[in-house]
Structure formats: C-alpha cells, structure tokens
T-cell receptor, first 113, second 117 residues
Framework: DAMVIQNPRYQVTQFGKPVTLSCSQTLNHNVMYWYQQKSSQAPKLLFHYYDKDFNNEADTPDNFQSRRPNTSFCFLDIRSPGLGDAAMYLCATSINSAGYEQYFGPGTRLTVT | AQKVTQAQTEISVVEKEDVTLDCVYETRDTTYYLFWYKQPPSGELVFLIRRNSFDEQNEISGRYSWNFQKSTSSFNFTITASQVVDSAVYFC??????????????FGEGTQLTVNP
C-alpha cells in the first residue's frame, strides 16, 4: 500500500545533541510537510516543500532545518534540541498544495533528556 | 487571518449513541477547503473528508455524516451509533488556496471523543 513512513517511531536525544528525523513516501506526492505536535495541542506546521521549493513558516525557530534530497524523502534536522522541543513530529504529504488533503505518517515521538 | 474553533474539548458517550462534533471557522476568503481528521491513540492523523467552499451538499459515509453550512460558518461532524473504535481526537481544519497564506492547514484545537462500552 502507498503510504507515508516515518523513522524512527521513538527517538531519545540529549539536550543540545543534533538529531535527524526521516520521512519517506510512496505516494509520489509533490508536497511534503513537517508538523510539530505537543501534548493535547493541534499540529503546528514547521515548513513544507513543494517539489524542491522550501517554504518556512515565519515562527519556526532557526534550530529546525529540513532537507528534501528527492521526491520520496524528507528530513527534519534539529540542530540543538532543547527540552521544549520534545514533541511528536508528524510528516505529511499532499499531491498538490491547492487545498488537497494531506496524508500523515505515524509520527516520531522525540524525547529530550 | 483564518481561525477554526472546536468548542467541545472533550465528549464522552456510551456505545451506540449518536454524537455531533462542532466546528466553526472564520475566513475572509471566498474560496477555501474544510477537512476533518481523526487521530487515534496511535498518533497518526487519518484523513476523513474534504469539502470546498462552493459545495454545501451534506455528505454521508457509513456511520459518518457532515453538515456544511456557510450561513453559520460551520462544518459539523456526526457519528451515528458510535463504537468504541471511534474513540480518538478529531480535528477540523481549514485550508486556503495558494497565495500569501500558502497551503497550510489551520487546525482547530481538537475534540477528544471517548466512547464507552
């Protein structure tokens, strides 16, 4: 089945130690998104790629970076994780950006110790 | 700016009861899209429905139905004969067509639905 895959499902990192979360998709969608979701809150968009074009949200901290080396893969890099970055990170895809539904992966739960 | 309000933070029902989840949205745009997503305890958001602003026709899919009313800026979701597996957080979301606002989803705060056996 076509899907959005996130690895790992659980990630523990130390305060200040860089960490990379990965997302892959078999849907061949043009757009890939990264969301941060903290407990009992709605997902918050960090950034998205339309093909190779990167679109950063105005309030996304510089500590968060992303790479999309090809259509299938997208990475979220947290350069110096703080305790406040502990959250669920959700990757999503959509075939296009014009109001199309987004399909989400299972998420990576990040713990910062 | 756009906004989505889900006034019901938590709802608890007994299995087989009908339950309606409310969603009210705000936007100045005339073209927009509305969505409902389900987030079970496993964490993955599951797409349920998309509706564009020009299509006010209500929709039914099995036990699920949606009532879209532009006059009241509401897009409510009803589950008929609820089941324990319906227990989840449900998010209503709004998306505008690409432009200065891009393609982001504006989510409501979510409604935690608990269906008790």
């Amino acid at each position: 089945d076509a899907m959005v895959i996130q690895n790992p499902r659980y990630q523990v990192t130390q305060f200040g130690k860089p960490v990379t979360l990965s997302c892959s998709q078999t849907l061949n969608h043009n757009v890939m998104y990264w969301y941060q979701q903290k407990s009992s809150q709605a997902p918050k968009l960090l950034f998205h790629y339309y093909d190779k074009d990167f679109n950063n949200e105005a309030d996304t901290p510089d500590n968060f970076q992303s790479r999309r080396p090809n259509t299938s893969f997208c990475f979220l890099d947290i350069r110096s994780p703080g305790l406040g970055d502990a959250a669920m990170y959700l990757c999503a895809t959509s075939i296009n950006s014009a109001g199309y539904e987004q399909y989400f992966g299972p998420g990576t739960r990040l713990t910062v110790t | 700016a756009q906004k989505v309000t889900q006034a019901q933070t938590e709802i608890s029902v007994v299995e087989k009861e009908d339950v309606t989840l409310d969603c009210v949205y705000e936007t100045r745009d005339t073209t927009y899209y509305l969505f409902w997503y389900k987030q079970p305890p496993s964490g993955e958001l599951v797409f349920l429905i998309r509706r564009n602003s020009f299509d006010e026709q209500n929709e039914i899919s099995g036990r699920y139905s949606w009532n879209f009313q532009k006059s009241t800026s509401s897009f409510n979701f009803t589950i008929t004969a609820s089941q324990v597996v319906d227990s989840a957080v449900y998010f209503c979301a709004l998306s505008l067509i690409p432009g200065t606002s891009g393609s982001r989803l504006t989510f409501g705060e979510g409604t935690q639905l608990t269906v008790n056996p």
